[in-house]
């Protein structure tokens, strides 16, 4: 099971940038989705999560200016951020629970990450 995000970029405060994370592999089942982003020098934070079940959940700093969504035919996780702001710089990086039937398997994959720098 893989994950590959895109979609960071260079991006002027107050601009926009959508994320997209797919996954591939044998997966029978995804439940829960995140976003998370690690900024130099501090600490990998949840950004936004996503149920199977479409519950959605925000980091406050992100709240109201973040928006997590998911399509389960395309296996994929978007973010799409708004309002940016320079501290929502950092590596983004997609989580996925996944379930593998055939092989009773249940596990959780995480994308590579994708910078996103948000310029004053």
């Known amino acids: 099971v893989q994950l590959q995000a895109s979609g960071g970029g260079l991006v002027q405060a107050g601009g926009t940038l959508r994320l997209s994370c797919a996954a591939s592999?044998?997966?029978?089942?995804?439940?829960?989705m995140e976003w998370y982003r690690q900024a130099p020098g501090k600490q990998r934070e949840l950004v936004a999560s996503i149920s199977s079940s479409r519950t959605t959940n925000y980091a406050e700093s992100v709240r109201g200016r973040f928006t997590i969504s998911r399509d389960d035919a395309k296996s994929s996780l978007y973010l799409q951020m708004a309002s940016l702001k320079p501290e929502d710089t950092a590596v983004y990086y997609c989580a996925a629970d996944y379930i593998i039937y055939a092989t009773m398997e249940v596990g959780r994959a995480w994308g590579q990450g994708t910078q996103v720098t948000v310029s004053s």
């Open positions: 592999g044998s997966i029978s089942s995804i439940n829960g």
